[in-house]
Nanobody, 124 residues
Framework: VQLQASGGGLVQPGDSLRLSCTVSGRSLSGNSVGWFRQTPGKEREFVAAIRYPGSIRYADSLKGRFTISKDNAKNTAYLQMNNLNPEDTAVYYC???????????????????WGQGTQVTVSS
């Protein structure tokens, strides 16, 4: 399976951005999908995930601003990010897994497949 993250870019504080994660080689319909982010010198951190068949989990600090969704017909997952601030600047990665428990969603090692990442920069 291959994951391709896209949609990153340079935006101003307060702007919105939608990231996409296109999956190939496996149907997304029976999979869990997640988003993580990483800044230089820091560990990759959990952002949000949809656990098959549909339960959703967010990092507590991002609830209300970020929304995760997926379109099984397009084999694509999305991360809608609103009211962005400079602290959201990071490389964003998507991940997928066929079998993952809800409590393990934030754990990097629980995910079997990763995309290459897309840079999001929030700056005025």
């Amino acid at each position: 399976v291959q994951l391709q993250a896209s949609g990153g870019g340079l935006v101003q504080p307060g702007d919105s951005l939608r990231l996409s994660c296109t999956v190939s080689g496996r149907s997304l319909s029976g999979n869990s999908v997640g988003w993580f982010r990483q800044t230089p010198g820091k560990e990759r951190e959990f952002v949000a995930a949809i656990r098959y068949p549909g339960s959703i989990r967010y990092a507590d600090s991002l609830k209300g601003r970020f929304t995760i969704s997926k379109d099984n017909a397009k084999n694509t997952a999305y991360l809608q990010m609103n009211n962005l601030n400079p602290e959201d600047t990071a490389v964003y990665y998507c991940a997928a897994s066929t079998s993952i428990i809800f409590s393990s969603l934030p754990n990097l090692n629980a995910w079997s497949s990763w995309g290459q990442g897309t840079q999001v920069t929030v700056s005025s």
